[in-house]
């Protein structure tokens, strides 16, 4: 599939997320195991925002230069609206971490360390799932009315389910570890297993770090075909769900305390992804202009965001009881 990006930007760009990952590790190294405060996460998620739109910025300079306004613009803005996509789609893989790590009580100071790990697990994963999606749509143009029916059930379907709390003992991974490995009852630092008596013991962070990177598999099924319904670019659709991905641990401190807040999200992102799986099935007759699509995904946000602080969770679960 032909793209914008040559050689030289891909390869760029694997070196500056390979020196992100690699500064975040020394960071955290430096500072140990620490609790971190909403300081500090709001630091770091200026720092990853600001880093995607200065890509941005620098993507759309050379594009202006070399091939023009008109595609440094549509690409801007494809890039614009895929990290906007990406990003509100990890507030999701946000609260279901916030589960995970609740129901295993991780202590504060190692909430940090699974989260990283699982961040670099999911760089990777995501990584080969958009290489996989770009070769098949390219050799498959009609897979892309498959991404968009799936993504209208899946928006549907989230739309029906979104009051009610995932049963994690349920869990089938989880259910596995349980059978067929030794796990410790207690954390063991931040390490994710040792050796007793001649024996390999997984620690209870080992099963935490599990669930996330497999929960984040999952959402990267919703959210890699709504990307791929803004552009087809592989190079766009690659940078922008990895910057959304970068800022993901630094997003979950900021956003744990206020998870309650934001109650009704969860309507907004699956009204997202209706109006994604909608766009892709109906593009041979209608065709929504990506400033439109990022007028459109950015509106139903702010909206979800906006009611949730005017109606309060409890006026709504009672408004919903009293139907």
């Not at 030289?8 to 195991?33: C, H, N, P, Q, Y």
């Not at 994710?192 to 099963?207: A, D």
């Amino acid at each position: 599939m032909e793209g914008i990006a040559n050689s030289w930007m891909w390869a760029g760009f694997a070196l500056f997320v390979v020196i992100a990952i690699t500064v975040d590790l020394l960071v955290l190294e430096r500072k140990g195991s620490h609790s971190v405060g909403v300081r500090e996460a709001l630091g770091w998620s200026l720092l990853w925002v600001a880093l995607a739109l200065i890509f941005n910025a620098g993507l759309w300079f050379w594009l202006d230069q070399s091939v023009g306004r008109e595609v440094a613009n549509l690409k801007a803005t494809e890039f614009l609206t895929g990290y906007l996509i990406e990003k509100s789609l990890s507030v999701d893989n946000i609260f279901v971490f916030l589960m995970i790590l609740t129901a295993f009580a991780v202590p504060a100071e190692l909430q940090k360390r699974a989260l990283i790990i699982g961040v670099i697990g999911a760089v990777v994963l995501r990584a080969i799932m958009i290489l996989i999606g770009a070769w098949l749509i390219a050799q498959f143009h009609w897979i892309l009315y498959v991404f968009g029916a799936f993504l209208l059930i899946t928006g549907i379907k989230m739309i029906w389910a979104a009051d009610h709390e995932p049963d994690l003992e349920k869990n089938p991974i989880l259910k596995w570890m349980r059978g067929h490995l030794l796990i410790t009852r207690e954390f063991v630092g931040e390490k994710l297993s040792e050796m007793r008596e001649g024996k390999r013991w997984y620690t209870p962070l080992f099963v935490v770090v599990v669930l996330i990177g497999i929960t984040d598999v999952i959402f990267a099924v919703d959210s890699i075909p709504a990307i791929f319904a803004i552009t087809t670019d592989p190079f766009i659709v690659m940078t922008s769900n990895i910057f959304a991905i970068l800022g993901l641990r630094a997003l979950y401190f900021l956003l744990a305390d206020l998870a309650s807040r934001f109650h009704l999200l969860k309507y907004g992102l699956a009204l997202v992804l209706v109006f994604i799986g909608t766009k892709m099935l109906i593009v041979e007759w209608i065709k929504i202009p990506v400033f439109l699509s990022l007028g459109v995904v950015g509106a139903i946000l702010v909206s979800a965001v906006a009611a949730s602080w005017l109606i309060p969770e409890k006026c709504a679960e009672k408004g919903k009881n009293a139907s």
